[in-house]
């Protein structure tokens, strides 16, 4: 089983529709959630941080968490074409460094 | 802002040569991290530094070794290429502690080609 688990997608939305993308992992001492988007030939871009249970929003992303079903989500509202990238899920797993999911394809329709 | 800087966007090298690729961070960051990304294996941890002088292995440290020498700049040594360290590089840095803790910024990646 992996530790960080993401659907590869491709998520396919309209523009101005609600994209929601979904993490899970595998470890429950995980501390500290992120979200990532990445560009085709570019490096992974933080996005979002979120470290306790609940929503954070910043714009038009909010971040979910839900520690007790071991899930994380990310929504991007009235989603743009610009929006449409890889997501990559990260997550503290007994170590400084992050585990990443295998990232989500998004695709924003025009 | 904080500036990840790699020393290549691009590099070609030939099979058994020592290649060398370098990072430097500009925000006295701690921790330093070197990844690769693959298609469908997504970014694995080969090597992280949490401090000048001190490394640990990541999931995947076979066939290359680090260098931190001083707190800004974290070396990756591939001591003899082979084909299947054809990839993308990424470096990455962190502060410890505080509300931001753990959260990574990224270089702009070094992809390699070994022939």
């Known amino acids: 089983q992996k530790e960080v688990e993401q659907n590869s997608g491709p998520l396919s939305v309209p523009e101005g529709a609600i994209a929601s993308l979904n993490c899970t992992y595998s470890?429950?001492?995980?501390?500290?959630f992120f979200w990532y988007r990445q560009y085709s030939g570019k490096s992974p871009e933080l996005i979002m941080s979120?470290?306790?249970?609940g929503d954070k929003e910043d714009g038009r992303f909010t971040a979910q968490l839900n520690k007790a079903s071991q899930y994380v989500s990310l929504l991007i509202r009235d989603s743009q074409p610009s929006d449409s990238a890889t997501y990559l899920c990260?997550?503290?797993?007994?170590?400084?460094?992050?585990?990443f999911g295998s990232g989500t394809r998004l695709q924003v329709q025009p | 802002d904080v500036k990840v800087t790699q020393s290549s966007r691009y590099l070609v090298k030939r099979t058994g040569e020592k290649v060398f690729l370098e990072c430097v961070q500009d925000?006295?960051?701690?921790?330093m991290f070197w990844y690769r990304q693959d298609p469908g294996l997504g970014l694995r941890l080969i090597y992280f530094?949490?401090?000048?002088?001190?490394?640990e292995k990541g999931d995947i440290p076979e066939g290359y070794s680090v260098s931190r020498e001083k707190k800004e700049r974290f070396s990756l040594i591939l001591e003899s290429a082979s084909t299947n360290q054809t990839s993308m590089y990424l470096c990455?840095?962190?502060?410890?502690?505080?509300?931001?803790?753990?959260?990574?910024?990224f270089g702009p990646g070094t992809r390699l080609t070994v022939l």
């Open positions: 990455a840095s962190s502060l410890f502690g505080g509300a931001a803790d753990n959260e990574q910024f």
């Open positions: 470890d429950r001492g995980s501390q500290s």
């Open positions: 979120i470290y306790s249970n």
């Open positions: 990260a997550v503290t797993a007994g170590r400084r460094a992050l585990t």
């Open positions: 925000m006295d960051h701690e921790n």
């Open positions: 530094s949490y401090d000048v002088k001190m490394k």
